[in-house]
């Protein structure tokens, strides 16, 4: 099976733009999670979906937005970048159906806000 | 709320030689338990978890770790450690009302020397 993907690996935007991260679960996967990378807070959850609708929300502001499609694949959006927001960002698929299920994360995007 | 420590930002162990990576664990009730690697510019993948039963899980790569409820912990082992195991390694608790979400460690890293 094919694993996690994200597109694109890496961005570069400055101050004040939008950015659209996309990622694509495992087959089968109905679950997908966001989690934000820093050096200086760690792995941090963004927020999860499942079944086209979000199901738990970190502690993020409102800047931070996701969506699911129908096939699972979802994306994550963030709007009036600020330089705090570079970091790596990652999705992670699950069945979803269950607290004991295991997430297989994505290889990420780096993106850096100049 | 669940939170997870891993009191050791670096652990340093020769190749060989038996390694220990420690996480403790505070969460209500029952306790889902994660260990995840992370190499250099990639993702983390998944090494192992606990769910329930048996208190000694054994993952991928030769690793294994013990569930101990009374002293809250969940550390990482591996009876002989490779140069390739140097890496970022996590640990993360779910619990029984987030959905799919993690709560990860600061992360330890492990170097392992020739």
């Known amino acids: 099976k094919a694993g996690v993907t994200q597109t694109p690996r890496y961005l570069i935007k400055t101050r004040g733009q939008q950015v659209t991260l996309s990622c694509s679960p495992i087959?089968?996967?109905?679950?997908v999670s966001w989690y934000q990378q820093t050096p200086g807070q760690g792995l941090q959850f963004l927020f999860e979906y499942f079944s086209e609708t979000q199901r738990n929300k970190g502690n993020f502001p409102g800047r931070f937005s996701g969506r699911q499609f129908s096939n699972s694949r979802s994306e994550m959006n963030v709007s009036t970048l600020e330089l705090g927001d570079s970091a790596l960002y990652l999705c992670?698929?699950?069945?979803?159906?269950?607290?004991?299920?295991?997430?297989?994360f994505g290889p990420g995007t780096r993106l850096t806000v100049l | 709320a669940q939170s997870v420590a891993q009191p050791e930002d670096q652990v340093n162990v020769a190749e060989g030689n038996p390694l220990t990576v420690k996480c403790t664990y505070s969460v209500s009730g029952n306790p889902y338990l994660f260990w995840y690697v992370q190499y250099p510019n990639r993702g983390l993948q998944f090494l192992l978890k606990?769910?329930?039963?048996?208190?000694l899980v054994k993952g991928s790569y030769g690793f294994e770790a013990e569930f101990n409820k009374s002293q809250t912990s969940f550390h990482l082992k591996k009876p002989s450690a490779l140069v390739s195991d140097s890496a970022l390694y996590f640990c993360?608790?779910?619990?029984?009302?987030?959905?799919?979400?993690?709560?990860f460690g600061t992360g330890t890293r492990l170097l392992v020397s020739p």
């Open positions: 606990y769910i329930t039963g048996d208190n």
């Open positions: 087959s089968g996967h109905r679950s």
């Open positions: 992670a698929s699950s069945p979803g159906g269950t607290g004991t299920d295991t997430q297989y």
């Open positions: 993360a608790v779910r619990d029984h009302t987030g959905f799919q979400k993690l709560v």
